[in-house]
């Protein structure tokens, strides 16, 4: 069988002009390839004399102005802060237990429920309390008669002083009988003694109560305590700092003022930290204790102070410096540093409002070198950007 050409065999064979060219391919490629070396070659060549006419242009011995970015100095607050940790805790919180003896025979709250000063909480069955009331009523009433016969008797000198001193101590005795008695009875009907929010019940109806067995807890949250560890070397700048920002993340970073309300005065653990208490009122109850904060505590203040960042700092000779660009020059200035806030730090001497400082490229400038300025920016946070 004869085998049959394939396509391209076909069309190269009815296509003479095809032949042709398919056989040229090569050459035409290499023809494309030496174009772009040439082109390529030229640009190259330009780009030299380009080069070329910049040195000739550029002064012997001077050097080229170096790129920079300058801050121009602008007065503003500067602080130093720490961040600490802490925890919400109740402004009160009070467990309220039973004073007598008895099955409860009401149950008048839930958890989570607010009360007042005053709301009942729970019921002691008082039947066993109130007979004991009345029998003690019933003694002082006999004991008061009893008081007023001798007593007569002894003004008509039919009775003696021993009969009415006798008279007189069971009348009293009787007395202290009936007001216990009526403490008791009063103590069957459990109340709150402050205002705030039931936190817990730990009593059902019909359950018996002892002596001092808890009824329920009380929390008084309409203001909280923040407390917070102070480390022992921020001790003396903390208790003169009177107003707190608290950040709770656990309320999606919302910020709280808070003030000092009390400060330790022993420390609590080896690490000699002390306990600082940090008041926030909670009108709407939205802080619950437990909550972990971040207190940021402003030790120091500068109202109007001049900040560079950190690394725009050079040592020179062991003293700290910073270049100045003036007029198309870097001028290295010697400064004195204050407190730090960041990645900032005050300029305490050397420095004056309206010059700029280099704090891109310093690294690549001399004391006397050229500069040119790119960008200039007028807060420090802009170069986060």
């Given at each position: 069988?004869?085998?049959?050409?394939?396509?391209?065999?076909?069309?190269?064979?009815?296509?003479?002009?095809?032949?042709?060219?398919?056989?040229?391919?090569?050459?035409?490629?290499?023809?494309?390839?030496?174009?772009?070396?040439?082109?390529?070659?030229?640009?190259?060549?330009?780009?030299?004399?380009?080069?070329?006419?910049?040195?000739?242009?550029?002064?012997?011995?001077?050097?080229?102005?170096?790129?920079?970015?300058?801050?121009?100095?602008?007065?503003?607050?500067?602080?130093?802060?720490?961040?600490?940790?802490?925890?919400?805790?109740p402004?009160?919180?009070?467990?309220?237990?039973?004073?007598?003896?008895?099955?409860?025979?009401?149950?008048?709250?839930?958890?989570?429920?607010?009360?007042?000063?005053g709301?009942v909480?729970?019921?002691?069955?008082?039947r066993?309390?109130?007979?004991?009331?009345?029998?003690?009523?019933?003694?002082?009433?006999?004991?008061?008669?009893?008081?007023?016969?001798?007593?007569?008797?002894?003004?008509?000198?039919?009775?003696?002083?021993?009969?009415?001193?006798?008279?007189?101590?069971?009348?009293?005795?009787?007395?202290?009988?009936?007001?216990?008695?009526?403490?008791?009875?009063?103590?069957?009907?459990?109340?709150?003694?402050?205002?705030?929010?039931?936190?817990?019940?730990?009593?059902?109806?019909?359950?018996?109560?002892?002596?001092?067995?808890?009824?329920?807890?009380?929390?008084?949250?309409?203001?909280?305590k923040?407390?917070?560890?102070?480390?022992?070397?921020?001790?003396?700048?903390?208790?003169?700092?009177?107003?707190?920002?608290?950040?709770?993340?656990?309320?999606?970073?919302?910020?709280?003022?808070?003030?000092?309300?009390?400060?330790?005065?022993?420390?609590?653990?080896?690490?000699?930290?002390?306990?600082?208490?940090?008041?926030?009122?909670?009108?709407?109850?939205?802080?619950?204790?437990?909550?972990?904060?971040?207190?940021?505590?402003?030790?120091?203040?500068?109202d109007?102070?001049?900040?560079?960042?950190?690394?725009s700092?050079?040592?020179?000779k062991?003293a700290?410096a910073?270049?100045?660009?003036d007029?198309?020059?870097?001028?290295?200035?010697?400064?004195k540093?204050?407190?730090?806030?960041?990645?900032?730090?005050?300029?305490?001497?050397?420095?004056?409002?309206?010059?700029?400082?280099i704090?891109?490229?310093?690294?690549?400038?001399?004391?006397?070198?050229?500069?040119?300025?790119?960008?200039?920016?007028?807060?420090?946070?802009?170069?986060?950007?």
């Amino acid at each position: 069988m004869q085998k049959q050409p394939s396509p391209p065999e076909t069309t190269l064979r009815n296509r003479p002009w095809l032949r042709r060219l398919w056989a040229m391919l090569p050459l035409l490629s290499l023809i494309v390839l030496v174009g772009i070396i040439f082109i390529m070659n030229s640009w190259i060549n330009s780009q030299g004399e380009i080069i070329k006419a910049q040195k000739r242009d550029t002064p012997v011995g001077v050097k080229a102005p170096t790129n920079v970015v300058a801050l121009e100095l602008v007065p503003g607050p500067i602080r130093q802060q720490i961040s600490l940790p802490g925890v919400v805790r109740p402004w009160v919180e009070l467990t309220v237990v039973a004073e007598v003896r008895g099955k409860i025979v009401a149950k008048k709250v839930t958890e989570g429920q607010k009360v007042r000063s005053g709301d009942v909480l729970a019921l002691i069955d008082p039947r066993d309390y109130q007979n004991a009331y009345n029998s003690a009523r019933a003694a002082w009433r006999a004991a008061s008669s009893t008081h007023e016969r001798i007593a007569a008797l002894f003004q008509d000198q039919l009775a003696t002083r021993s009969q009415l001193d006798d008279a007189l101590a069971g009348l009293e005795t009787t007395r202290a009988n009936m007001d216990t008695a009526a403490l008791n009875l009063a103590r069957c009907t459990i109340k709150s003694p402050m205002d705030g929010l039931v936190d817990r019940v730990h009593i059902e109806n019909g359950q018996f109560m002892n002596d001092a067995d808890p009824v329920a807890d009380i929390l008084q949250i309409d203001r909280v305590k923040v407390e917070v560890s102070i480390p022992e070397s921020d001790v003396d700048a903390v208790r003169r700092v009177d107003r707190f920002t608290v950040r709770i993340e656990a309320l999606g970073g919302s910020l709280f003022e808070g003030r000092q309300h009390y400060l330790a005065k022993s420390s609590q653990t080896l690490a000699r930290s002390y306990r600082l208490e940090v008041a926030v009122d909670n009108p709407a109850g939205e802080i619950l204790p437990g909550m972990f904060t971040r207190v940021e505590i402003v030790k120091y203040q500068v109202d109007n102070g001049l900040a560079v960042p950190l690394f725009s700092l050079v040592n020179t000779k062991g003293a700290q410096a910073v270049y100045l660009a003036d007029n198309g020059v870097a001028r290295l200035t010697p400064v004195k540093t204050g407190i730090q806030e960041g990645w900032q730090v005050q300029v305490t001497h050397g420095l004056h409002p309206g010059e700029k400082v280099i704090v891109v490229g310093q690294k690549d400038v001399k004391d006397g070198g050229p500069v040119q300025i790119l960008r200039t920016v007028h807060d420090p946070k802009e170069l986060e950007r």
